[in-house]
């Protein structure tokens, strides 16, 4: 009877741990949506203290720590999520894009590469993958990825931009600049200086 009880409580126990954590995370991501990221860092700290494998927590805090432009801690948690969840392509995709800013070049497209391999990857995969092949110098690739990136997402701006950008580097100035006009009727800030210093 003991024993009953006491496996009882621990699971009990346990349910209130994994209660307390999705609040506390719940808030982390409060104030991560508020732009408050050092706060939201120490929240996810609390909740990792007790559950360091909690998925949500590693990853939204590694989220927090790019915002705080601390890459290699972000990295780290990325890593973490990784570890954990092998298959999710947030995860690759912010790896990806934590190594981009890094120019680990390599890097951001071997994660880039595994997230377009999972079935139903977003457009944005596609788009990061073009953006690391772009910058190691594997221009027909990048342009590849950029379209497959526009052809899943019509609405995507910033593949249209860099696609754009390729193309007049390329000597295709008149097809780049149709991709700069795009990406400016899509509201991509960047392409208005683009345009007017490529599409006179």
Not at 2 to 22: D, P, Q, R, T, Y
Not at 86 to 91: C, I
Not at 165 to 177: N, R, V, W
Request: proline letters at 2%; one cysteine or more; glycine letters at 6%.
């Amino acid at each position: 009877m003991k024993v009953k009880n006491w496996v009882f409580a621990s699971l009990i126990g346990m349910m209130l741990m994994s209660s307390c954590s999705e609040n506390i995370s719940n808030k982390g991501d409060a104030l991560f949506s508020q732009k408050q990221y050092e706060e939201a860092v120490a929240e996810y700290d609390r909740v990792l203290k007790n559950n360091p494998k909690y998925f949500k927590g590693l990853y939204n805090r590694g989220r927090a720590y790019e915002e705080l432009g601390e890459f290699k801690k972000a990295e780290k948690d990325f890593l973490a999520a990784f570890a954990i969840d092998s298959k999710n392509t947030q995860v690759m995709m912010s790896l990806s894009n934590i190594y981009q800013k890094q120019k680990n070049h390599n890097s951001a497209l071997l994660y880039a590469d595994y997230a377009v391999q999972v079935p139903g990857a977003p457009a944005m995969a596609y788009f990061l993958k073009g953006r690391a092949l772009h910058q190691i110098g594997n221009t027909g690739e990048a342009m590849k990825e950029y379209s497959a990136a526009i052809q899943m997402d019509k609405n995507f701006g910033q593949a249209y931009y860099y696609r754009g950008m390729l193309k007049i580097a390329t000597d295709k100035k008149k097809s780049g600049c149709e991709d700069i006009k795009a990406a400016l009727k899509l509201d991509f800030k960047e392409a208005q200086m683009a345009l007017e210093k490529y599409c006179k």
